[in-house]
């Protein structure tokens, strides 16, 4: 028996643009709810604009890779600094607390998987609808139930920003 065959393209998948502080967008590519695949994940793209970040937070019951292929900044792990550039990956195992800064001056842009999946929801929860070609909305804020959301989704313990 075969699995299933997917590609897809720059312009598919769902997108939404991010509140403060990580500002940028998320693409959500794949995940195997949809697919019916065995293993269990979802994954996308962020990007995350100039002189922002993605807070400190953990994943309980998940475990992450992360693969640069766009800008520069820092990756907090643990308390401990790491450069990040094009090239650079990361697993981040349950409870790894984590957060990302962009410090350059263009786009820092990774490739996100989560395993067992859900990320893509989260981003849905929190994010609002972008289609390619949109204009850039104005950094806006953060649901008001985004502890609710965080609980429900992915998310361990969060920094409070």
Request: glycine letters at 12%; hydrophobic letters at 35%.
């Amino acid at each position: 028996m075969e699995g299933k065959a997917v590609v897809i393209g720059p312009q598919d998948g769902s997108s939404y643009w991010q509140p403060k502080p990580a500002n940028g967008f998320v693409r959500t590519l794949l995940n195997s709810k949809d697919l019916g695949s065995t293993a269990v994940f979802s994954a996308g793209t962020q990007t995350v604009d100039p002189g922002c970040w993605v807070r400190e937070h953990c994943h309980s019951d998940h475990e992450e890779i992360i693969y640069i292929y766009e800008g520069t900044g820092i990756a907090k792990v643990d308390g401990q600094e790491h450069e990040l550039a094009p090239g650079v990956c990361l697993f981040l195992g349950k409870n790894r607390k984590h957060s990302f800064h962009n410090t350059g001056t263009g786009p820092l842009s990774f490739f996100w998987t989560l395993m067992p999946g859900g990320l893509d929801d989260f981003f849905a929860q929190i994010g609002r609808p972008r289609q390619p070609g949109d204009e850039k909305p104005d950094p806006f804020e953060r649901p008001a139930n985004i502890a609710e959301i965080e609980a429900r989704t992915v998310f361990g313990w969060t920094q409070k920003v």
